[in-house]
């Protein structure tokens, strides 16, 4: 069992950064990718980006290519999300969650995918 607890969201301008993270206990979640989904109010949940078991690869959704960079520390069993130039569209609840299987060779976006989940962190991005 994998606990996930995100922080490090908040109310930030159109234009600023933010960086959250998602930091796990319980059993280590390295041998696994970490993808960060994000949900707005009426919307689905949708896939925002991932990082493999290694950190040797990374994986992001068109809408925030760019802007956003994902990495991940081992020893500290946390993973990172940097978010640059933040648009009010970014505005939503985002989560992180582990990849159902271990070490897989490819990414995955669909939320079904993974396994355990965050109980997600607020970005508002005000225009």
């Known amino acids: 069992q994998v606990q996930l607890v995100e922080s490090g969201g908040g109310l930030v301008q159109a234009g600023g950064s933010a960086r959250l993270s998602c930091a796990a206990s319980?059993?280590?979640?390295?041998?696994?990718?970490v993808g960060w989904f994000r949900q707005a109010p009426g919307k689905e949940r949708e896939f925002v980006s991932a990082?493999?078991?290694?950190?040797?690869?990374?994986y992001y959704a068109y809408s925030v290519k760019g802007r956003f960079t994902i990495s991940r520390n081992s020893a500290k069993n946390t993973v990172y999300l940097q978010m640059n130039s933040l648009k009010p569209e970014d505005t939503a609840v985002y989560y992180c969650?582990?990849?159902?299987?271990?070490?897989?060779?490819?990414?995955?976006?669909?939320?079904?995918?993974?396994?355990?989940w965050g109980q997600g962190t607020q970005v508002t991005v005000s225009s």
């Open positions: 990082i493999n078991w290694s950190a040797s690869g990374t």
């Open positions: 969650a582990t990849d159902r299987s271990p070490r897989r060779p490819v990414f995955v976006d669909t939320a079904a995918s993974y396994e355990y």
């Open positions: 319980g059993r280590t979640f390295n041998n696994y990718a």
